[in-house]
Each structure stands twice: as C-alpha cells, then as structure tokens.
T-cell receptor, first 116, second 113 residues
Framework: EPEVTQTPSHQVTQMGQEVILRCVPI?????FYWYRQILGQKVEFLVS????????KSEIFDDQFSVERPDGSNFTLKIRSTKLEDSAMYFC??????????????FGDGTRLSIL | SQQGEEDPQALSIQEGENATMNCSYK?????LQWYRQNSGRGLVHLIL?????REKHSGRLRVTLDTSKKSSSLLITASRAADTASYFC?????????????FGTGTLLAVQP
C-alpha cells in the first residue's frame, strides 16, 4: 500500500539554526498538510497546501515557517530560526481530495525535531 | 474554538474484551475520523463517519456519531494485544477552507494478553 514517507526520522538542531523537514506524499494525492505534536500534547494543524499554494495555516505557522513543493514528489517544511519550543514530532499528511471528494488523510511516521 | 476531547484518557482491558472510547467536540462538523497511533509512530486512519451518518462498521470497529450531542464513540470488539495504542478522534469543521483536522486529546488503550 502506498505510504507517506518522511526524512529524517530524528533531527537535532541548535537553537537559531534553520531546519528543513522532508516529506514524500502519496503520488496521486493533491492535498498536503503538516501537523505537529509536542510531547504529551495533541496533534496540532500547521498548514495545508494545494495547487502550489497555502490553502490554510494556523496561528502556529508564523513567518518562521514556510512550505514548498520543489518538484513533483517532495513537500518540505522549513523553520528559519528554530526555538526551543519548536521541539516536537512533525507529521506530514496527504489526501486525494476533500469536500465532496473527501478522502482520509494519510500520515507519515513523523520527524522528531529536537532543539538544543 | 473547536476541540475534541476523548474519554477515558487511559483504558486497560484484557484481551478478548471490548473497548469503548468516547469523543466530544464543540462546533458543527463535516465528518469525524478516528486514528490510531502506536508509540513513536505516525497516525493510522481507522474510519471516517460523515455528519449525516449515525453508525459505521469496519471489521472489529464500530463508530457512532450523535451530532445533536456533538459526540462519537469508537468500539473495538474482541480486543487483541496488538490493539494497544493511542486512539484519537479528529474532526473536520463544517464550512472550513480546507479539510484540516482538529484532533482530540486521545485515549491510551492497553490490552493485556
């Protein structure tokens, strides 16, 4: 069964450094998402992306965050200047459709980001 | 703001027993979904129920939805040790710009062999 893959599985970065988290969504999916889960807390929505632009973003997704689909397969989340509070598990998800074409979102195994 | 809350927060049962988890939410929704998360892993989609549906089955899973009470339940029948995981409900808000999911706090299920 096709799956969403994320790399790396664990990223350790010094505070203030830039980090890029990578995701390869399922190939025929058109809608892409990033979520994060701080240890012991809920999974939180960050951003959704369709047709090469952001569809919706949360309050968490401030100017330090950006997303990109640089080619036909990758979907990346960049944090420009990391803070300690950015330490979390970051999940990428993709779906085939939504609304009347609703399909569930499929999640990757996540990247654990640790900011020192 | 829309928020899902599951109860119980933790549930421990014996293999073969049934497990019931509940979820409540606050605003109107298009659909509600249940996900499973094994420790250190990603979220696995289990079942989706639309706002105009009341009950749905998938294998050993049974989900109900009561939109008047803004609540849902997930029943796992004849549980197995492999069902040990965290279970989350997630709602898609009615009229939202995208189908972003709002997750609940989760129920940690432990099935003792």
């Amino acid at each position: 069964e096709p799956e969403v893959t994320q790399t790396p599985s664990h990223q350790v970065t010094q505070m203030g450094q830039e980090v890029i988290l990578r995701c390869v969504p399922i190939s025929n999916h058109l809608y892409f998402y990033w979520y994060r889960q701080i240890l012991g807390q809920k999974v939180e929505f960050l951003v959704s992306f369709y047709n090469n632009e952001i569809s919706e973003k949360s309050e968490i997704f401030d100017d330090q965050f950006s997303v990109e689909r640089p080619d036909g397969s990758n979907f990346t989340l960049k944090i420009r200047s990391t803070k300690l509070e950015d330490s979390a598990m970051y999940f990428c998800a993709s779906s085939e459709g939504w609304g009347d074409l609703l399909e569930p979102q499929h999640f990757g195994d996540g990247t654990r980001l640790s900011i020192l | 703001s829309q928020q899902g809350e599951e109860d119980p927060q933790a549930l421990s049962i014996q293999e073969g027993e049934n497990a019931t988890m509940n979820c409540s939410y606050k605003t109107s929704i298009n659909n509600l979904q249940w996900y499973r998360q094994n420790s250190g892993r990603g979220l696995v989609h289990l079942i989706l129920i639309r706002s105009n549906e009341r009950e749905k089955h998938s294998g050993r899973l049974r989900v109900t939805l009561d939109t008047s009470k803004k609540s849902s339940s997930l029943l796992i029948t004849a549980s197995r040790a492999a069902d040990t995981a965290s279970y989350f409900c997630a709602t898609e808000r009615f009229g939202g710009a995208t189908n972003k999911l709002i997750f609940g706090t989760g129920t940690l299920l432990a099935v003792q062999p």
